[in-house]
């Protein structure tokens, strides 16, 4: 098929890439940067450039913009995808992409299926991009209540044939309340610690769980407050969450409490355990 | 020389498999559990166990057990060490420690420094102790004011001898501040983290940072409940400093205020960049 990938960035780049590697469908760029657009057609990322009309020639068009940008995009060009035709995103956040751009596209008579390949890297940009970003991770696919199966079939096996390891269904309320638990506050928790004044102070030498907790602190500060704000009361659920269960260890440390921080200790890392169980049953 | 190593757990088995690896000492163990000996006997991590009078033939005794019977351990056979021999401990909290047995030994005219090698795993036990669990980590001395500078130095190069990557120098209050931040706070919050309620509707899918997140919160709650209340107050401050970090992103999200959320964000990657190019610069 004829596929259209908007965006040539990290993400971009990376399924242009996947799709010449992995499949035989013809791959057309959609860029503002010309030197982006070279260089995918001389690394042969994409098949050719093309402009926007040529949308209406296109089986499935993949929007990999930012949050905000995929939905100005979409909607400033719902007029010019092929009645029939597929358009998916690859946004972080699904609630607010699927119920303002869902409809639009549904009156043009083209399906819209909000998608997430959960893949990153701490660069972005086409230069950084791979046709190995994705291999094995997980793409997660958000349906509209009005999405033929049909649509969502399709995406799920092409997102295998892509190489990613599994595509789970979710509903774009279900994705939002999860990513604000596991990615999302984890770029809050990690940007906070960071700030302590301690870190003037680390005299040579870092424990390994410093480098873990604080990973995620070097974010795009552009996309991630974008992603926030679009989710910002299930973020602030998880931030109140871990805010009252630290308040819990810093009163058993202040009451001189060592049977009860024991005990927070323990609930803790029995949940950690349980929760490693579940995701070696789930791969 | 001839070394005794109390404690063939996690590390006291590692440093007595790392000794025979790297070094031709004479490495004796003592533990109260006889598989432990046998199994250490078995695989020459140890020449023979050794009964507590026989501390008195060793010129370096390396107490490897946990904060408080480490305290308990060399209080009790104080007399038993060779005159002019040297004690060390391998204990993540340095202060506490440093300032009990410090004078207690010196009366016995015996040497004792603070030491902690910084590596671990997250299984504890002689069954998971491996001759490589040291490779290239840092060896945290802390003097006291009265440690005579050559056994500091004897200690510095033992450390190397080992196959540590580096061994660094720090004073008992310095190890603490900077530890409560690197180590500590990361296992309370990683402990907090996982418990959202969140984490049971996780519908199959999570991001890589979720597990960075929560590494360590599979933890053993007797050590770590141990180790926080020795180190309350440095690590109290920190556990205040995340939580007011934290309660200006929750701010700026309830405020609706994403230029304010940008520049939080941006301030925190920032500090991760310079700390990244630091961290670099050292090693």
Not at 56 to 77: E, V, W, Y
Not at 206 to 218: Q, W
Request: hydrophobic share 40%; aromatic share 8%; net charge negative.
């Amino acid at each position: 098929m004829n596929i259209a990938v908007v965006g040539l960035g990290l993400i971009g780049g990376s399924l242009c890439k996947t799709i010449k590697r992995h499949t035989d469908h013809a791959c057309f760029g959609i860029d503002t940067n010309m030197d982006t657009i070279t260089s995918a057609l001389e690394m042969g990322a994409i098949d050719s450039m093309i402009p926007n009309e040529k949308l209406a020639q296109m089986d499935l068009s993949i929007i990999a913009l930012h949050p905000r940008q995929t939905i100005d995009f979409i909607l400033k060009n719902a007029s010019l995808f092929k009645k029939g035709s597929v358009v998916i995103d690859t946004c972080g956040i699904k609630g607010e992409i699927v119920k303002t751009v869902t409809p639009v596209l549904e009156a043009q008579g083209v399906c819209f299926l909000g998608c997430h390949p959960m893949a990153g890297r701490e660069f972005s940009g086409f230069d950084y991009s791979l046709d190995t970003l994705f291999d094995n991770a997980s793409f997660i696919i958000t349906p509209a209540d009005s999405t033929p199966f049909g649509v969502i079939d399709r995406i799920k096996k092409f997102a295998l044939s892509l190489g990613f390891g599994k595509a789970v269904v979710a509903t774009p309320e279900e994705h939002d309340q999860v990513i604000a638990f596991t990615s999302q506050l984890a770029h809050v928790v990690s940007n906070a610690y960071i700030k302590s004044p301690t870190l003037q102070k680390q005299c040579g030498f870092s424990a390994g769980s410093f480098l873990d907790l604080t990973r995620v602190a070097k974010l795009n500060e552009d996309m991630w407050s974008a992603l926030f704000m679009m989710n910002r009361e299930p973020l602030l659920f998880e931030i109140d969450t871990i805010m009252q269960k630290l308040e819990e260890y810093r009163q058993a440390l202040l009451r001189e409490d060592e049977a009860g921080l024991r005990e927070l200790l323990k609930e803790g890392r029995i949940l950690k355990e349980e929760s490693l169980k579940t995701t070696s049953d789930q791969r």
